[in-house]
């Protein structure tokens, strides 16, 4: 008959000598209820690298591991990323690589400090308990908390229902370089300082094209210029190529200095919500594609509802074009910055026909059909 032991702590387990039982019960991570606790199987054979989650090595034989029991959903406190525990940055990322070949990562609700880089694997999903899971990024200049393991070939994969605060300047929530065919479903971004970015998005030739996201929200820190940008699909080093072909449905931007940077062609942004932005939408081409033989983008947006965002469309070079057909447009100072109206087309219900309504309607923005 075999029996079950228990045991406090995974420093318990690891001391526990394997003979003559060969299954424990573990109370807790580091303490008893702290959600890291399982049940593991002693296999006496494997030489398995310990990752500190699934794999343990026991510290008084070296061959053979302790391995955990569990089925489903990764849960990140099995890797000891415990709330209010310090950086998690290690502990994370090996929660992170335990999902190389697949699966979800369930993050629950709490605070988690990170420092570095996350690396997110083909085919992980990344799941939280929506605002109350706070990822609190302070990670070096010029990076970002969310990115895909690999920029060449690009990768898909999943992020749903956590909150990512970006606490340093010249970071980003998440980079979407090589991330493709990928879903980020109810996601909140919170920039807490001036020059940060929400969904970052430069091109590597391959990526970021063909991605989805649904009640996506981005929130900066105030201000009357703060250089804030919710999705930031610009392109990076100088490059020559931005985002194409994504769509983004819903989600609300409040107090950024621009709401949607767009330099890439073929995206669609349906029904979002803009507050208090000094730009809702600038479309621009990458730097290289001002002096290249091949010019052009065209990107639609569709239901836009705002308030207060001081310009509400900015053509910054004339061979942007845009299809846009807002619901409410309220508290602006210009409808359309532009430096050619031709083939562009913005629609309106609303004609600010109410006094105290500060909002115009533009049936057409000179709209000349193409002649082929």
Known sequence: MQHLYAVKNITELTNVSPTPFAQVRVAGYRSAGDGGGGDFVWDSESTQVADHGLIFQSKLQPKGRWLRQHSGPID???????PAGGDVSPSLQRALDACKHGGTLYIPSG??????PLKVHQGTNVLGDGLMTEIHYSGPKETACWNAVQHAPSISMAFRGFNTLVHKERTSAFRLTGMSYSRFDQLFVHLRVPHTFAYFGPSNG?????????NCHASGPGGESNGCIAFNWGSDDNGDLAANANQVFGGHINSVDIAVRCQGTGNIFHGQVLEMVNVGYEFDLPPKRYDAASKGTSNDVMGLYTEYAKVV???????CYLIAQTCMVTGHEILFKGKNRDNCVLLSSHSGQLPMNRSFFRKAIDFNPLEF
């Open 76 to 82: 990140v406190r099995s890797f000891g990323v415990l």
């Open 111 to 116: 605070n988690y400090t990170v420092s570095s």
């Open 206 to 214: 391959q990526s970021p094209y063909y991605n989805v996201f649904t």
């Open 313 to 319: 469309f900015e053509q910054k070079h004339d061979a």
